[in-house]
């Protein structure tokens, strides 16, 4: 027989619960996860996080292409006249330049081998010693493009002239720190001035912000109305479909190219070709190189961005296929019972769409609409190859290209850079807060 | 015969393909033959609207039932033949005194004929089982559907296929040809295959292509290897095992790779130039995986996390270790998911230009991207360029097209980046 008082202790026992911290499985578990994400994080740290920090270092640096090279100290070793006989004199001559046009080079120590036949001439330079056969110069600090001969005279022995030596076949060395303006401490936010002044810098984002919403919504709309089309069966239809991918699979080098010689104003443009022949205009279109045009509709005049236009078209074209994917799969995924039961409601196919298909694929549509628009403010490649930024298609990204490399100013593109970073940083977060939880 | 709203949607339908086509089949017309087809729209639209009302009044137009494919036939001869009569009426003086018929005349004809055969079989489709009298909005929209999907897939096509075309065919073509008419188009089939294959001849022999081609294969195919071997390993931790820290990464993964290269560009040709990895294949066999390893973790942590963990679990229990378990079970089972990502991988590698643009300056090591740009000077003739353009282009459309299944499913898995 139980008794209350037993059953009292039963239930003072602590409940079962989960052990506290990990157990050896668990730590074994643990290191074994870390084993294997370690190399993925080492590359990605390497490749894409450092390069990031970098860059908000290098736009503090006024620091240009030309300074990638360290400043070294470059020489040329002679010995003039040459000795003939015993008791000449001659000098030995070093000339020094400081190859780099603005970073110094500090501590420059020349050391090179004495030949034995030779005797020193007079008093050597103060700043070098002769120990034996070996030379040494404590030259000091050259200032960027600083050049100096150092000379010391020399007079041949009887061994040199038995065996003579030329100085030139032993190199000097020259040790020292060259100053990188990479590594240094100096700090400037003359990058960031040059950027932001001006109305350069905002008509160079009005033009991105352009580009990236019309891109991105048109690449949408298009892969919509290419979805719908294939969203039936026909015989062929799996061929269609593959088709419709090549703008996207097929190199950007390739249909860029073809693409400005389609466009192109000159005697060779295919479609300024047609569009003469036809009639439809006089003169030739410049797609890619022409800024604006007016155009006048009601009576309201505007500049209708000519370039930007084309870009942006190109933009859609490369890219409706990618949205087409997506909305094609999902709308894969919807059963045609809805549809169905709303035929039998007598719903016509256009209120199908409305109140079924587009209620359906909101969520995706929001997917990609925030993914393409980060990848579309990203892109650089296809308006490079189209215009190379000219005729009023310079975006940020091209600007980050124009200003480092073009301008040959790494600083002021990596300040650019910095500014994508964080409207691309702004916008992440944006997505993290209202993307669905993994259902892509 | 009652004539309500949908013989007039008929006559603009009819007027509608009639425009499209004609436009089409014209320029497609100059493309191929290189003659001029100056097309009249204004009585392509006319003899479109013709044959559309002629094919709605037609016989067996009762509610529903199948119109047989001969009243659209007879609809479209109607139309040619109205069109062609109208074409000569109006330019009755261009016409050649003697009568005969010139090449160019042949052409308008051919022109018209395809453009007819293809727009009765358009309105046919888009006014299958409507007779001429009034519709419900219902069935107005469904035509309305029809010629939507219509005009989209003549819209898609031609805009789809327009490029490669040219591509192709311009790189065929000589230099002369090209100069005397940029709209000829056409392939001369009198003269040798050889000649027209120039381009190509001389890309692989003075432009050293052949290069090119082994060196964005070596690229590519190196970087699938080693995007494999980081990303496997990676994906099935974050995707199977329990540690501190899992949740930040797998959400970073997603954050990681929408960072530009652009971005990435400065710092690494900085650091690359004072490491002297920058003018070498080596640098970009570096660089291409680590942008291409967030992806490609990305879309194996989807696959995983699709498994059922029981099978690893069964496993687990007969003996085998987590690595055995990997190698035994995971991965043949993720045998589809490897394909793809490997295909959408190289896909990424081969097309790849930034990186190959900013950090090659040395011919001998050019990968294709930067071998094509490099044609692109105003002393390189264009078919040059053209025929560049179409060897880094074939290898991806032939492994795409191969392995479509494969790729489709790695692009919609992983095309969030582009």
């Known amino acids: ?440 | 015969m009652r004539v309500g709203n949908t013989f007039f949607i008929a006559l603009a339908i009819g007027a509608l393909w009639g425009l499209i086509y004609i436009v089409v089949f014209s320029v497609l017309a100059m493309l191929i033959s290189g003659d001029t087809v100056v097309p009249d729209v204004g009585i392509s639209m006319l003899s479109g609207a013709g044959g559309g009302a002629v094919y709605v009044l037609g016989p067996g137009r009762v509610g529903g039932r199948y119109r047989g494919g001969y009243w659209a036939a007879t609809s479209g001869a109607v139309a040619l033949i109205a069109y062609v009569v109208l074409y000569y009426w109006v330019r009755s003086g261009s016409i050649s005194d003697n009568g005969s018929v010139n090449t160019s005349d042949n052409l308008v004809f051919l022109t018209a004929l395809v453009t007819f055969a293809v727009a009765s079989l358009s309105w046919h489709l888009c006014l299958d089982g409507m007779d001429s009298g009034s519709q419900a909005r219902y069935q107005l929209e469904v035509i309305l559907i029809r010629v939507l999907k219509g005009i989209g897939f003549v819209f898609f096509s031609v805009v789809v296929a327009l490029p490669f075309y040219i591509m192709v065919m311009t790189s065929l073509k000589s230099q002369q040809s090209l100069l005397s008419n940029p709209l000829d188009l056409s392939i001369d089939f009198s003269k040798p295959l050889a000649e027209h294959l120039r381009s190509y001849k001389e890309l692989f022999t003075k432009y050293q292509f052949g290069y090119f081609l082994l060196n964005s294969a070596v690229v590519s195919v190196a970087t699938v290897i080693i995007t494999l071997l980081f990303a496997i390993p990676g994906a099935y931790a974050v995707s199977r095992l329990r540690f501190p820290g899992k949740n930040v990464l797998s959400k970073s993964i997603l954050l990681i790779y929408m960072v530009p290269a652009i971005v990435l560009v400065i710092p690494l040709y900085t650091v690359f130039s004072q490491l002297g990895l920058r003018n070498t294949l080596l640098g970009l066999i570096i660089v291409y995986p680590a942008t291409t390893i967030p992806v490609a973790v990305y879309m194996f942590q989807g696959y995983f996390r699709g498994l059922p963990y029981e099978l690893e679990e069964a496993g687990l229990m007969d003996g085998l270790s987590r690595i055995g378990t990997i190698l035994k079970i995971t991965l043949p089972l993720s045998l589809p998911a490897i394909a793809s990502v490997s295909l959408y991988i190289f896909m990424i590698a081969w097309n790849e230009f930034l990186f190959a643009f900013m950090f090659l300056d040395d011919p001998a090591i050019f990968t294709l991207s930067r071998g094509v740009q490099s044609l692109n000077s105003s002393e390189i003739p264009r078919q040059h360029l053209m025929a560049g353009a179409v060897i880094a282009t074939v290898p991806v459309l032939v492994l795409f097209l191969w392995f479509e299944k494969f790729l489709v499913a790695g692009l919609t898995a992983g095309s969030v980046k582009g």
């Open chain 1, 1 to 440: 027989m139980i008794t209350p008082g037993r059953a009292n202790q039963s239930r003072q026992l602590p409940a079962a619960r989960p052990p506290k911290g990990r157990g050896p499985l668990g730590r074994g578990e643990m290191r074994l996860a870390y084993t294997m994400v370690l190399p993925t994080l080492l590359i990605v740290m390497a490749i894409v996080l450092l390069p990031l920090a970098a860059n908000f270092w290098i736009s503090f640096k006024p620091v240009e292409l030309g300074d990638l090279r360290a400043p070294t100290i470059l020489f040329n070793e002679r010995i003039r006249p040459a000795p003939q006989a015993v008791g000449d004199s001659a000098e030995i001559s070093y000339r020094l330049r400081n190859t780099s046009k603005r970073g110094e080079f500090a501590d420059a120590v020349l050391t090179d081998s004495f030949p034995a036949g030779l005797t020193i001439d007079g008093t050597l330079d103060s700043r070098c010693t002769l120990q034996g056969e070996s030379l040494s110069c404590n030259l000091g600090t050259y200032e960027p493009l600083q050049r100096e001969t150092l000379t010391i005279g020399v007079i041949a022995t009887q061994a040199y002239v038995d065996e003579p030596i030329n100085p030139r076949d032993s190199k000097p060395v020259i040790t020292g720190k060259g100053d990188s303006i990479l590594t240094n401490s100096v700090f400037s936010l003359k990058n960031y001035r040059k950027v932001f002044s001006g109305s350069e810098f905002w008509k160079v984002l009005r033009v991105s912000l352009y580009y990236t919403v019309f891109g991105t919504v048109g690449a949408i709309v298009f892969g919509l109305f290419a979805a719908q089309l294939l969203n039936t069966t026909f015989p062929g239809r799996g061929i269609v479909r593959g088709f419709y991918l090549f703008p996207y699979v097929a190199p950007v080098i390739a249909v860029a190219f073809a693409w400005v010689l389609i466009l192109d104003a000159g005697p060779g443009g295919t479609l300024n070709a047609i569009l003469m022949k036809i009639g439809a205009t006089d003169g030739p279109i410049n797609f890619l190189g022409r800024r604006a045009t007016p155009v006048s509709v009601f009576g309201f005049t505007f500049n209708f961005p000519v370039a930007l236009t084309t870009v942006i078209s190109f933009e859609v074209w490369r890219y409706f296929p990618l949205s087409f994917l997506f909305i094609l799969a999902r709308m894969q995924s919807v059963s045609s019972d809805t549809y169905e039961a709303a035929e039998m409601d007598g719903a016509t196919p256009l209120q199908q769409f409305r109140y079924i298909s587009l209620p359906q694929l909101a969520g995706i549509l929001a997917v990609i609409f925030l993914l393409r628009f980060i990848w579309t403010f990203n892109k650089f490649d296809d308006i490079f190859l189209l215009t190379g930024g000219a005729a009023g298609t310079r975006t940020l990204t091209v600007d980050i290209y124009e200003q480092a490399f073009a301008v040959s100013n790494l600083g002021a593109g990596a300040a650019v850079a910095v500014v994508v970073f964080f409207v691309l940083l702004i916008s992440a977060l944006f997505i993290f807060k209202f993307s669905p939880d993994d259902d892509g």
